[in-house]
């Protein structure tokens, strides 16, 4: 099945409009990163994280109160339904001794509606330091694998542009992130360890995708004179098109579906792939493979200067 027949659309030509807003992306998520930084998870950060049941819809606000002044502090957010509520706290004791601390004082002071504990985590500091350690040790040999990947199915041109869109990528992914954490109850966006796995599949999957693109114009480039590089990728990309568009969108279909009916426990892993896979599929077009372009421009124009 083909999406798009016979597209003929100039990419190479607009490649420097697709620069500029990826620069303004990159920037803006960059410049959010240093100065919201990121909302962590208690993977990262240690604490609590305690999901409670009632019988009746409950008022987040009320139970806020009981907890503080129980001195359980932290935040409070509805969970998935009215009767149900996320607390995250820097407690960091027993979590039986928190347990019982919530409990009591819900019991106290809502006799009419029953609390249970549905669930509780609990991480420690060094703990959360050295998870964060490893995903930052994950993230940067999932790279350098890649590099190596690339460059040797590839030249070494073709690496660089794709490990340049896979930063592109994450780093996008990470600045809305930051951005939009914390801004909306229903997706809080906090960076725990199943988007650090979401990071590597977006890194994975965005290599992927680039590799198709680049085997059509390694394969169509070879033996050309570079006055024909503009028409070549662009032909190139333009027969890569509609297997890139089917490919994406059937992903971003299921991601969409876990994203509004998995539940709130997993909806920031939806919504990291469903950005990425939308990201990595605008960077093979319109990052990797004009890099590559322009690359290849450059250094054909020192082969002339060197020559006269």
């Known amino acids: 099945m083909r999406v798009f027949k016979k597209t003929n659309f100039n990419f190479i030509k607009h490649r420097k409009v697709a620069y500029i807003i990826s620069c303004v992306l990159l920037v803006s998520g960059l410049v959010s990163l240093f100065t919201r930084g990121l909302n962590y998870g208690i993977d990262f950060k240690g604490g609590s994280e305690v999901v409670i049941g009632f019988n009746k819809p409950v008022d987040v606000g009320a ?11 932290g935040s409070v957010k509805q969970y998935g339904k009215d009767s149900a509520v996320l607390l995250r706290t820097d407690f960091h004791g027993e979590t039986t001794n928190l347990k019982a601390l919530i409990t009591n004082a819900l019991a106290s002071r809502l006799q009419g509606n029953p609390a249970q504990i549905l669930s509780i985590q609990a991480v420690g500091p ?5 998870m964060k350690f490893s995903a930052i040790k994950a993230l940067v040999a999932a790279m350098i694998g890649i590099l190596l990947y690339v460059s040797i199915r590839f030249e070494f041109k073709f690496a660089a542009a794709g490990v340049v869109a896979i930063f592109h990528d994450v ?5 809305l992130f ?14 725990d360890q199943s988007i650090i796995a979401a990071f590597l599949t977006i890194a994975g ?24 590089y503009e028409r070549i990728f662009n032909e190139s990309m333009n027969q890569t098109l509609s297997r890139t568009i ?21 909806r920031g892993f939806a919504f990291a792939m469903f950005a990425g896979i939308l990201i990595g599929t605008y960077s093979s077009i319109f990052v990797a493979a ?3 372009f ?6 054909n124009s020192a082969i002339k200067l060197r020559g006269a």
């Open 63 to 73: 139970v806020r109160a009981i907890l503080t002044s129980a001195g359980v502090n």
């Open 126 to 130: 060094s703990i959360a330091s050295d």
């Open 171 to 175: 780093l996008t992914v990470l600045g």
């Open 178 to 191: 930051s951005l939009l954490g914390g801004i909306f109850d229903f997706m809080p966006l906090e960076v």
């Open 205 to 228: 999957y965005s290599i992927t995708d680039t590799v198709v693109v680049y085997d059509r114009i390694r394969e169509r480039v070879r033996g050309q004179k570079p006055a024909d």
């Open 246 to 266: 089917i490919t994406s969108g059937t992903v971003m279909i299921s991601v969409l579906v876990l994203f509004f009916f998995a539940g709130p426990a997993i």
């Open 290 to 292: 004009p890099l590559v």
């Open 294 to 299: 322009d690359m290849h421009k450059r250094a």
